[in-house]
């Protein structure tokens, strides 16, 4: 399954310019790890972000205007980061396969001559086959929805010579991805791939209200980022799946204190109801009478059961509604789902909790911090000398965070 490496964030909001994890050119870089996390103060960045990724995948399923107008973000120029003319600007670097050439995404934003964001450049970069190092040659390159693509799974862009694989391309809308339309073409699998990818990405918007809705009964694969089909997902779980999820059942009502079981019953007016029983009472409770917690760590948990994970999961304090002592448990949950599988998903949370945190590595977490002009800065824990030293001894990490050893100093 593809993972992200390294990500890039420039002119959004507060995040003027801050990258996490290894970059196209960055040797010496450490990339990403498969369970990331970040930490830092109220109003440091955090929220900015997580939907930094949402706002990418945004500008895929729609397009950048729409994107930039959607989930409250209120137009571009409110997104923009402040004091800035430059347009926004995101890279990803990524391997489909741990031993694959990484490839580089680059796009950036603007706005035109009437007020409205449109794609300035657009880029898919990638080293010829047999190189190790150097430097990335695009087999995507639009600049204002106009320019070149070359097919194939090999083809790159070679200068000078004459190159059978190149094609002129013009989008008809610059407000449309150059990876959208091309991606849906068979002579350009590459693409297809990188979108696929970046359609797969999950971001939790999760509320346990939507949790608590009665939806049609029907069986449904996944579970969508609202969790208002949760009942569909166990019922397609039931059905597809059943001895297995039998087992999955059990261990996440294992993990939820309290539970013994879990279930679901059809009305007869064909809607679903999941249902809890606590053991203590031969009738069950139906999710419209379970505590915010108790949907919320069952959202999360059979969102990592899924037997066909999204390759990006992105996930905003997953602690809000939790007791503090099943935080480690969940951040434990997170890695080995994120470590322990051959496909396992890329797992990436924003937190203030240091309960959760106590449970992570210096390797693992990054530290938000806002500047004193404004904008967010970030760094790696495990580059803050002392609190590797701390946490090799034994000290847990969320403390050492709670006793202000991560603040700048």
């Known amino acids: 399954m593809a993972v992200i490496e390294g990500f890039r964030v420039r002119n959004f909001r507060a995040l003027s310019d801050v990258t996490l994890g290894k970059l196209s050119g960055q040797s010496l870089a450490e990339p990403l790890t498969p369970f990331t996390v970040v930490i830092g103060k109220n109003g440091a960045g955090k929220s900015s972000l997580f939907d930094a990724f949402g706002f990418v995948s945004d500008c895929l399923a729609t397009d950048v205007e729409t994107a930039c107008d959607m989930k409250g973000r209120g137009g571009i120029e409110r997104l923009r980061s402040k004091g800035v003319d430059g347009p926004i600007g995101f890279e ?5 396969a741990p031993q694959e050439r990484p490839i580089t995404y680059e796009l ?16 898919l970069k990638q080293r010829r086959k047999g190189q190790k190092h ?3 040659f695009p087999f995507l390159r639009l600049n204002h929805g106009k320019g070149l693509v070359w097919a194939g799974e090999e083809a790159l862009e070679i200068e000078g010579g004459e190159d059978n694989t190149r094609a002129q391309v013009e989008l008809t809308d610059s407000r449309q991805l150059g990876v959208a339309t091309l991606g849906t073409l068979k ?23 939507a949790a608590r809705s009665l939806p049609t009964a029907g069986p449904q694969r996944h579970l969508n980022v609202h969790g208002d089909n949760i009942g569909n997902v166990v019922q397609f779980m039931e059905r ?8 999955i059942l059990a261990r996440i009502a294992g993990k939820i204190p309290g539970i013994a079981k879990i279930d679901t019953e059809v009305t007869a007016d064909k809607r679903v109801l999941l249902r809890f029983n606590d053991g203590a009472f031969s009738d069950p409770f139906f999710a419209q009478q379970m505590s915010d917690g108790t949907l919320k760590i069952f959202a999360y948990l059979l969102l990592l059961e899924d037997p066909e994970p999204p390759p990006f999961i992105c996930i905003e304090e997953p602690e809000n509604g939790l007791y503090h002592k099943l935080l480690e448990t969940l951040a434990q949950e997170f890695r080995e789902h994120a470590t322990g599988k051959k496909n396992a998903p890329q797992i990436f949370v924003t937190t203030h909790q240091p309960y959760f945190v106590d449970a992570l590595s210096p390797k693992e977490v990054w530290i938000l911090e806002k ?19 701390l946490v090799d001894e034994g000290l847990p990490l969320g403390g050492l965070w709670y006793s202000n050893y991560l603040d700048a100093r």
């Open 187 to 209: 002579e350009h699998p590459r693409i297809k791939r990188f979108r696929d990818f970046l359609k797969g990405w999950y971001l939790s918007y999760f509320y346990p209200d």
């Open 240 to 247: 597809e799946h059943k001895d297995k999820f039998k087992s």
């Open 371 to 389: 500047g004193v002009d404004g904008f967010s800065t970030i760094r790696r824990v495990s580059e803050i000398d002392i609190v590797k030293n």
């Open 92 to 96: 990803i670097y990524y391997r489909e």
């Open 108 to 123: 950036s934003i603007d706005i035109d001559k009437s007020g409205r964001p449109f794609v300035a450049t657009e880029a």
């Open 134 to 136: 150097g430097q990335p």
